[in-house]
């Protein structure tokens, strides 16, 4: 493979033809602004920007320095070239307008901007998670309905890896793409061309402290996952646990290896916690075009039609076979 496709280049040859320049140049507003974020993640450390800033979002969860940098950033590269007519963030309880004196452009942007927040003090992998859809109202600036649209109309979706090196991962509905950003040239170079979802799986990746507050049904398909042997289901594969905490490292690890990253409601929680715009949303439309699915144990994900901004599902991403196991487990009586 050619080592040096630059993401401008691919994103370029590579368009849907209805694109017309303009999704690419908000794909590349993008990839320049998880340089940016990369080159602050990379060096948080050395400039005190570790930490909490003192503010809580939305979701009620302290907001770390870099969640609020990466949010500005990627509203601010993507509020003036007149492509987006409206962005929603995770971080912020309502739309982001396009300011009046900046053109409009055809697309909503969604994004988490710095998804594993948890992990962003302690040197864990962390990620942004992004989402395009075609505006649906093209008179206005942007309304709620312009990003309140299922998955399976997005036109492009993708993520930021910043881990032991920064890779941004994207499909436009063309298959799934990766890119790994080389720091000397300070360029995403073709890494991960039409990336497959492996078969056997090899991991499971699910936070089992919680495991006191699933239903039953629940258990068993965890307890199956942990390869233990459970009436009427099928013989249990053989996976290996990986748990990061960071939704973006997981769903990673899981599509170049193969896996399941499941985050299940609770008995009292029965939304769960992952997002269905900033998170659940993007990822399924990538695990579909990787040959994989997203399920919320009922329904697919990627046709859920969201009704408001910062909705959460329950979410079971990742190989076919296993997220189907995760369906019929759930719904046993
Ligand atoms: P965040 O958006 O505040 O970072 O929360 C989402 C994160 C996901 O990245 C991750 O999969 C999950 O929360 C981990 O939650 P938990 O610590 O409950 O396992
Ligand atoms: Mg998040």
């Given at each position: ?18 694109a ?52 500005r ?53 962390i ?22 649209q ?21 499909s ?71 748990y ?31 997002r ?29 039609q ?28």
């Open positions: 493979m050619n080592k040096f496709v630059t993401i401008e280049r691919f994103i370029l040859d590579n368009q849907p033809q209805t017309k320049g303009e999704l690419t140049s908000l794909l590349y507003d993008i990839a320049l602004a998880a340089k940016i974020i990369s080159y602050k993640v990379n060096r948080a450390g050395l400039q005190d920007i570790l930490g909490r800033v003192g503010s809580t979002n939305i979701q009620g969860e302290d907001q770390q320095k870099l969640d609020v940098f990466a949010d950033i990627i509203f601010q590269l993507c509020d003036h070239p007149g492509r987006v007519c409206v962005m929603a963030s995770e971080e912020h309880k309502e739309l982001l307008h396009i300011p009046t004196h900046y053109e409009k452009g055809n697309y909503a942007l969604v994004y988490d901007p710095l998804d594993g927040s948890s992990n962003i003090d302690v040197n864990v992998n990620g942004t998670i992004f989402g395009i859809y075609r505006a649906k109202n093209w008179e206005e600036r942007g309304r709620k309905e312009d990003v309140l299922p998955a399976r109309a997005l036109v492009a979706a993708g993520y930021v890896l910043y881990g032991s090196s920064t890779m941004m991962v994207y436009t509905g063309q298959g799934v793409h990766g890119f790994t950003l080389d720091p000397e040239l300070g360029e995403f170079l073709l890494s991960h061309q039409d990336i497959r979802l492996p078969e056997p799986p090899a991991y499971y990746s699910i936070n089992a402290s919680y495991y006191h507050y699933w239903t039953p049904q629940m258990k068993a398909y965890a307890d199956w996952l942990q390869g233990h042997e459970v009436a009427n289901a099928p013989k249990p594969l053989k996976l290996s646990a990986r990061i905490g960071s939704l973006v490292a997981d769903f990673h690890r899981n599509l170049l290896c193969g896996g399941i990253f499941a985050y299940p409601a609770e008995v009292n929680k029965p939304e769960g916690k992952i269905l715009l900033y998170e659940a949303g993007p990822l399924s439309f990538l695990i579909e075009q990787a040959g994989g699915r997203a399920s919320n144990g009922r329904e697919n994900i990627i046709d859920i969201p009704t408001t901004l910062h909705q959460r599902t329950p979410i079971f991403i990742g190989n076919s076979y296993l997220v189907e196991q995760a369906e019929k487990f759930l719904q046993r009586m």
